[in-house]
């Protein structure tokens, strides 16, 4: 299930501000400074997927405040009093970009935040959105693309780099650890797609979240339950309608529910069109990465457990 965090009283989330702001930014750290003595970078990622990046190229040279938890949605996510009093304290704050955290540039004004600010989307070919509010800066869900979770990770470590440069060879060695993981996992992706014969390349999800997969690794793109990279867009009936015809026509083998969104709608949509809906725990991580324990607790599970789900459900 979606998980949405209530607005806190007004009375409280003032006196949080209020608090935070007159603390301002407790960074330890100036820039090129030592992480010598043990002292560590304190680091705010505002996603699951970023700060799993950061924690791979920080390694122990960081401390990581995650913002959002797993399986909560970003798009309509509320910050809570805690989350501004991390970013007032933090040197590095990291967001993944293209819009996808509306809510951030608000929750830094009223930290009084002055460490830096670091977009991991810097760098990343971005595909345009249909030209609504919500989508106007375009689709926010890069990491669904090794070869972008690699600029966001280059981003990460140039900015941690730039906040401790005595620990620079410390960042660039994991990096390239890293990095050489990201080009595994991405081969390995291109191969068990093209396992599945070509004409059921063809993919119906819950919400557009896949773009990037899908034109890295050169799948169809039926259609999705939610039309929109917002998870807070609703399907008409008329499109609804449309998306059934769509799936019998083109001999779509499956619809591919979120493990952030309830599955509900894609039953009834499989059930109307005849075909299978994986969803549970064979359900695809969209926009967050999963629990510690679980198929998607790191990208790199999250995107090889992606990948077998959808080869084992369109070669069935």
Not at 281 to 287: A, C, R, T, V
Request: one cysteine or more; glycine letters at 10%.
């Amino acid at each position: 299930m979606r998980t949405r965090f209530p607005r806190p009283a007004v009375p409280v989330v003032a006196g949080c501000l209020l608090a935070a702001a007159a603390c301002g930014s407790s960074s330890a750290k100036d820039a090129g400074a030592s992480a010598s003595g043990g002292e560590k970078l304190n680091v705010v990622a505002t996603t699951t997927q970023v700060a799993d990046f950061a924690r791979n190229v920080g390694g122990d040279k960081v401390k990581i405040t995650q913002l959002l938890k797993p399986n909560v949605d970003p798009h309509d996510y509320e910050p809570s009093p805690a989350d501004v009093q991390a970013i007032a304290q933090a040197d590095v704050v990291l967001e993944n970009g293209v819009g996808l955290e509306r809510w951030l540039d608000q929750t830094i004004k009223s930290a009084g935040f002055h460490g830096t600010l670091v977009d991991a989307s810097k760098g990343v070919a971005v595909r345009k959105g249909n030209g609504s509010d919500e989508e106007a800066a375009g689709d926010p869900h890069i990491w669904h693309n090794p070869k972008n979770a690699e600029i966001m990770s280059r981003n990460i470590a140039t900015a941690f780099e730039g906040k401790d440069s005595a620990d620079k060879a410390a960042y660039e060695a994991n990096l390239t650890s890293y990095t050489t993981k990201l080009d595994q996992l991405d081969s390995w992706i291109a191969g068990q797609i093209n396992t599945i014969p070509a004409d059921q390349r063809k993919l119906v999800t819950n919400h557009d979240a896949f773009g990037y997969y899908i034109d890295r690794y050169h799948l169809t793109f039926v259609g999705s339950i939610i039309p929109s990279f917002d998870t807070s867009a609703e399907l008409s009936g008329k499109q609804l309608s449309s998306l059934i015809s769509k799936i019998k026509s083109t001999g779509v083998k499956a619809i591919f529910s979120e493990s952030s969104l309830p599955p509900k709608t894609a039953e009834a949509i499989g059930k109307q069109a005849g075909v299978k809906v994986e969803a549970g725990e064979d359900s695809l991580y969209g926009d967050t990465l999963g629990p510690a324990g679980s198929a998607g607790a790191t990208y790199l599970d999250l995107e090889r457990h992606n990948t077998t789900t959808i080869v084992t459900a369109l070669k069935g």
